[in-house]
Nanobody, 126 residues
Framework: QVQLAESGGGLAQAGGSLRLSCAAS????????MGWFRRAPEKNREFVAA????????FSADSVKGRFTSSRDKAKNTEYLQMNSLKPEDTAVYYC???????????????????WGQGTQVTVSS
């Protein structure tokens, strides 16, 4: 089992920045990919960004490209999402997720992730 715990959410103004963290723990850390998803009110969960744990290859949704950056600290088993130039439409609950077996074609698909955090609220005011 892998446990994921997000932190760093909160309230920001449009144009501002926030950094989310996702700390992974468990008997064996076995995530090949760590991803970020978000769910806004009355919308479906959507892919935001992901990073391969071993190589650090990153993926990001078009809606956040150039504004959000994912990274990881292997020593701390922690993934980060640096969010800059925030917009009101970024308001959502953000979830981190762990994919055990790497499937490059499916990093944007939530159904391919094995473990999920509880989520952290991000609210961006205009």
């Amino acid at each position: 089992q892998v446990q994921l715990a997000e932190s760093g959410g909160g309230l920001a103004q449009a144009g501002g920045s926030l950094r989310l963290s996702c700390a992974a723990s468990g008997r064996t850390f076995s995530c090949s990919v760590m991803g970020w998803f978000r769910r806004a009110p009355e919308k479906n969960r959507e892919f935001v960004a992901a990073i391969t744990w071993s190589e650090g290859r990153t993926f990001s949704a078009d809606s956040v490209k150039g504004r959000f950056t994912s990274s990881r600290d292997k020593a701390k088993n922690t993934e980060y999402l640096q969010m800059n130039s925030l917009k009101p439409e970024d308001t959502a609950v953000y979830y981190c997720a762990c994919m055990r077996a790497y499937h490059s074609s499916y990093v944007t698909a939530p159904g391919w992730y094995d473990y999920w955090g509880q989520g952290t609220q991000v609210t961006v005011s205009s």
